[in-house]
């Protein structure tokens, strides 16, 4: 005997609990009494609201994946570059892992992409503690100060010969020259080095929150177009 899914109105066996195609949990006919009992009945075990996410166990899935995603995602590494990659890949990871028992076996879109905004914001922490931590290092263990002081006046010169070029179509030279000099000296200053280098670092963590959100909804996207399991 066959039925229809109220939902996606697919074709499902009669002793399915759930749509193979959608996953909406399905009503079974009880003898007694000739009235309509839920799948959780059946079962005995409670069916959840696709839309919603269980935090206590999603929570153990995104500390698993996040952390080591934000290690590597940080500046610190040379795998940084790949940031990206890896905050979306650990974020479509935490999905998959907390839906592996979770009923019904599928999630929509905005709770995947929920799980992917807090394993973002977990790993684009980590990230950015990492690095500013490393620089710290690197300027006052290691006494590189002179050799990333140097490096930083090098990009603003620069970046002031591009800005005089740009600005000197809309004022005089000596306008613009003045102001850029203005800006050249906060930025070279301690107080502006540290903070163009948390700005920075804050600018990479929004980077990776990003990802892993369309990480997070790409993982509930392939739970719910997979199969599902027929009880």
Known sequence: MEITCTRCHQTIQADNCYCPTCG????????????S????ERLNEPVRDASS????????AVLMLAIPAGVLS????????????????AALLAVLVYMRRRRPGW???????????????????????ISGSALYVQRFVFHQADQIDGDWKTAL???QAMT????????????AQAQTAKSLAIALSPE???????????????????????????????MARAKRPEV
Request: aromatic share 12%; charged share 10%; proline share 3%.
């Open 192 to 222: 502006g080095h540290a903070a163009w280098a948390a700005v920075g670092f804050a600018g990479d963590a929004m980077f990776l929150l990003f990802f892993a959100v369309a990480g997070g909804a790409l993982g509930a996207r392939i």
């Open 157 to 159: 010169l620069a970046s």
């Open 24 to 35: 909406l949990p399905q009503l079974v006919w009880s003898s007694e009494g000739g009235t």
């Open 74 to 89: 940080s500046e610190a590494t040379p795998f940084g570059l790949f940031g990206m990659f890896w905050m979306a890949g």
């Open 37 to 40: 009992v839920g799948v959780a």
């Open 107 to 129: 999630i929509t879109m905005g709770a995947g992409a929920r799980i992917g905004l807090v394993t973002g914001l977990l790993g684009g922490w980590m990230a950015f503690a």
């Open 53 to 60: 996410v269980d935090w206590k166990v999603a929570l153990r």
């Open 164 to 175: 005089q070029q740009w600005m000197a179509g809309m004022t005089t030279p000596e306008i």
